[in-house]
């Protein structure tokens, strides 16, 4: 555990960062061209621990297969290893032994996997037996909970003997992140077709083709620099580089949210320049295609003190953390909250007479979630402030202290 304080910020910024290449892109890219064939050359691959785990286990053939704690690289290498018909032990953290996987294994069954659960039904460790292919041509996979179990199940569907149709039920969540992986997939030649008024997805049985693939920067990594902009001094800006101006990723949105809360963005050609500009007086989102944001939206709206109402939050509670608590808990050190409103459903930012941004060295808790430290750490705009376990950062954007330390004095 590391701790780290940041002192607080008395005058205005200005800086260019380099982000960190998209995990989320890295990931997906490494399993479709494992699925190629692996000849294919990618370049800007994520840093992030994520991304280096999942390039190991892909290289590194053991009976054992340890994400840590990498829901995507669970999830992904779990399906491709079962197609491919892998014996493999499925396993990581305590925290991912407790990560729900139950409707990920049901689809790899009904197609042909033969896998078990080691120790509780319904999440890992997993121990994969082998594939035998069911003949099945049509799967139904609930849309609502996460869309990685979707995107696990479509990269390995071109490799199925006649192709695969997905139908999805319930509420779709996270669209963005499946069509990225179908954007990606077509990449590496695969034939998919979305129909999203009918909840239907088709993917062409067709061997996938040899690709060259370049990450975009991370959105995600992006956000926290968004925050900074808004809370900095008056005056201050950051170009962000590496940022595509028509970007497969959902975590995108964080244009359109910081609009409302004070950072307007110019795409440059080389990436995007945040400049300040007044905040509105509100702010209604869903987030159900952008989960990952709430964190960093949730500490800007409250220290502006704008209303927020938030939606589409429910999957944070199964993520590194459940990361609504750990939202509430440490805004609480403040005077503000994240104050459910309707059961599962819709959120309230609460600032109210007794909020005070201006406690020195306030201790903030990671709860081993790298993104509770890094969308608190903005709080340093306003006052000197503890990061108790700076070390959670590496699971996706590993120099983000260097990058901050630009701005920030950081001891």
Not at 12 to 35: G, H, T, Y
Not at 238 to 256: C, F, P, R, T, Y
Not at 267 to 278: S, W
Request: proline fraction near 4%.
């Amino acid at each position: 555990m590391k701790k780290l304080l940041l002192h607080k910020v008395t005058k205005p910024f200005q800086v260019d960062i380099l982000l960190p290449a998209s995990k989320s892109e890295s990931n997906r890219a490494q399993i479709l061209n494992a699925l190629a064939g692996g000849k294919g050359l990618l370049t800007n691959l994520s840093e992030a621990r994520d991304t280096q785990t999942m390039q190991r286990l892909l290289i590194l053939d053991g009976p054992v297969a340890d994400v840590l704690d990498a829901g995507t690289t669970m999830r992904f290498l779990t399906a491709y290893y079962a197609v491919l018909g892998k014996k493999k032990i499925m396993t990581g953290t305590a925290r991912m032994q407790e990560r729900p996987i139950g409707i990920l294994v049901d689809a790899l069954r009904e197609l042909g996997a033969d896998i078990t659960y080691q120790k509780n039904e319904g999440y890992p460790p997993l121990e994969l037996n082998g594939f035998k292919f069911s003949g099945k041509k049509d799967l139904t996979m609930r849309g609502d909970v996460s869309s990685q179990f979707i995107s696990a199940i479509l990269m390995i569907a071109p490799t199925l003997p006649e192709g695969l149709t997905i139908h999805l039920t319930g509420n779709l969540g996270s669209i963005p992140y499946i069509e990225m992986t179908i954007q990606q997939m077509r990449q590496f030649g695969a034939e998919v077709t979305a129909d999203w008024e009918n909840r239907t997805i088709r993917v062409e049985a067709k061997p996938y083709a040899t690709c060259d693939y370049a990450i975009e920067s991370d959105w995600s990594g992006a956000s926290y620099w968004y925050s900074l902009v808004a809370l900095g001094p008056e005056g201050s800006e950051v170009e962000l580089l590496g940022l595509k101006e028509n970007s497969l990723q959902g975590d995108s949105a964080i244009v359109d949210i910081m609009r409302q809360l004070g950072v307007e963005s110019t795409f440059t050609g080389r990436g995007f320049k945040l400049t300040q500009i007044p905040a509105s007086g509100h702010l209604e989102w869903d987030f159900t295609h952008c989960p990952d944001l709430a964190q960093t939206v949730s500490v800007v709206a409250a220290m502006k003190g704008v209303p927020a109402i938030f939606t589409g939050i429910e999957s944070l509670k199964v993520k590194e953390t459940d990361r609504v608590l750990a939202i509430q808990l440490e805004l609480q050190k403040f005077g503000a909250d994240l104050v459910e409103v309707t059961p599962n459903e819709k959120y309230q930012i609460q600032v109210g007479e007794s909020t005070d941004w201006n406690k020195p060295e306030t201790i903030i808790h990671t709860y081993e979630d790298h993104r509770m430290a890094m969308a608190f750490a903005p709080i340093a705009m306003r006052t000197d402030l503890i990061i108790d376990d700076a070390s959670v950062v590496a699971k996706s954007y590993p120099r983000f202290w260097d990058d901050l330390s630009k701005i920030i004095e950081i001891s």
